[in-house]
């Protein structure tokens, strides 16, 4: 159950996070190129990676 709770907040946060980056990036960028797009994968990506690697390096086990 707690599991299925963190997927639901991390997703919750994620698209809460996705929708404000992309809407203030089309707001101040505008063309045809989806920037907004571009800087939330850029933006995920790097949370995503600075998240493995502290949870890497504290050696937390996984539970599985």
Avoid: C, D
């Amino acid at each position: 159950m707690t599991k299925v709770l963190l997927l639901l907040t991390g997703g919750a946060i994620g698209t809460l996070a996705r929708y404000g980056l992309s809407g203030l990036t089309h707001k101040f960028f505008e063309g045809t190129f989806p920037l907004g797009t571009l800087m939330v994968n850029l933006a995920g990506s790097l949370i995503i990676g600075l998240i493995w690697g502290l949870w890497e390096s504290n050696n937390i086990p996984t539970g599985m």
